[in-house]
């Protein structure tokens, strides 16, 4: 358990709508990371908040967004769902601000039919 | 462009057998260097890291080796067993602007046959 929570862990949804992916981190961490893994795809890296400042951008659409709150949880919001979202979306945190050893959820699994 | 390459999709090594598994970046800013395993429908976990200020480290049955000059880092595991059967994803850090979270190669699948 590396100490990284995700909700929910499957989702299905129709094209169109909108979702929304919850994560609470590390006790202590201060950075959020979203990663996206699709088939045949690598990890990849969508956004990173820290202290709830966005900090890098990724390979982010437009159509998504993230925030992180005060007590640090992390949200990302997927909207105008295509058929090409379905994807695992990964969170991750650490504590350091800058890229290091990064601990990482069990995934979102995000179903668009 | 992909800044950090797997060239091997998938390996397969007997049990009890060395498996080596090859990463290669090309940017040089690059100064920190991860390998995490990813079983099935699980998050990735990391394994084992290495700074470039270091040209090896090891971890019981896992060593990281890195070469600088020719931007190359390797993961040893020796001797293979059953349950290393997994996916091993290569990453990459730069501290000075390394806000950007990691960089990650699409992944080598390790079969590690009996």
């Known amino acids: 358990d590396s100490g990284v929570t995700q909700t929910p862990k499957h989702l299905i949804t129709a094209t169109g709508q909108r979702v929304t992916l919850r994560c609470s981190p590390r006790s202590g961490d201060l950075s959020v990371y979203w990663y996206q893994q699709s088939l045949d795809q690598g990890l990849q890296f969508l956004i990173q908040y820290y202290n709830g400042e966005e900090r890098a951008k990724g390979n982010i659409l437009e159509r998504f967004s993230a925030q992180q709150f005060p007590d640090l949880h992390s949200e990302l919001n997927l909207s105008s769902l295509e058929l090409g979202d379905s994807a695992l979306y990964f969170c991750?945190?650490?504590?350091?601000?800058?890229?290091?050893?990064?601990?990482f959820g069990e995934g979102s699994w995000l179903t668009v039919v | 462009d992909q800044q950090v390459k797997q060239n091997s999709p998938s390996l397969s090594v007997q049990e009890g057998r060395i498996s080596i598994l090859n990463c290669d970046y090309t940017n040089s800013m690059f100064d920190y260097f991860l390998w995490y395993k990813k079983y099935p429908a699980e998050g990735p976990t990391f394994l084992i890291s290495?700074?470039?200020?270091?040209d090896k480290n090891e971890d019981g049955r896992f060593t990281v080796f890195l070469n600088k000059s020719a931007k190359h880092l390797s993961l040893h595991i020796v001797p293979s067993q059953p349950g290393d059967s997994a996916v091993y994803f290569c990453a990459a850090s730069a501290s000075g602007g390394g806000a950007d979270g990691l960089t990650f190669g699409k992944g080598t699948h390790l079969i590690i046959q009996p």
């Open positions: 991750a945190s650490s504590f350091p601000a800058a890229g290091n050893t990064i601990y």
């Open positions: 290495i700074s470039s200020i270091k």
